[in-house]
């Protein structure tokens, strides 16, 4: 009965705390939005012929306030979005692909900056990236890169 009594006595008070008549304007500013960086995002195990592997990134924001990604997916701003290391420059990275990610829908929250230091999240995309059973030898041992850019 007491459970009961102080529900009610917290609705009665919400409701009229809420129930008064107003009017008015707000404005709010937002600062200028500056863009996401993303470190280029590496499998975290060992590429091969028609396996796939996850793939780690880290997100940073300097702007002062949270930033919501719904999705990362490869970068589209020229050039391939995969590259191998150095010592494999005969590997065709063609055979290469990645599965856009949304964490199950719900994207992700990247942490505000605070002054010169950036937020930043670390990002597990499990079994992202994939090397096509076609994949030439050439791409043995190699390490491989992939550039992310998120989507709202």
């Given at each position: 009965?007491?459970?009961?009594?102080?529900?009610?006595g917290a609705a009665t008070g919400a409701?009229?705390?809420?129930?008064?008549?107003?009017?008015?304007t707000a404005t709010t500013v937002l600062a200028n939005t500056r863009p996401l960086s993303f470190a280029p995002g590496?499998?975290?195990?060992?590429l091969f012929p028609g396996n796939d592997a996850s793939v780690a990134i880290v997100v940073?924001?300097?702007?002062?306030y949270f930033v919501q990604i719904g999705s990362l997916v490869l970068d589209s701003?020229?050039?391939?979005?995969?590259?191998?290391?150095?010592g494999h420059s005969g590997c065709?990275?063609?055979?290469?692909?990645?599965?856009?990610?949304?964490?199950?829908?719900?994207g992700w929250r990247?942490?505000?900056?605070?002054?010169?230091?950036?937020?930043?999240?670390?990002i597990d995309l499990p079994d992202a990236m994939r090397m096509s059973a076609t994949a030439a030898d050439a791409c043995q041992g190699a390490t491989f890169t992939v550039a992310l850019e998120g989507r709202s």
């Open positions: 009965m007491v459970a009961i009594a102080v529900l009610a409701f009229a705390y809420w129930g008064g008549p107003g009017h008015g590496n499998p975290t195990a060992e940073s924001n300097t702007n002062p701003h020229g050039g391939t979005p995969f590259t191998a290391d150095a065709d990275v063609s055979a290469l692909s990645f599965l856009p990610q949304d964490n199950e829908g719900a990247i942490p505000p900056g605070a002054g010169a230091t950036p937020g930043t999240l670390a």
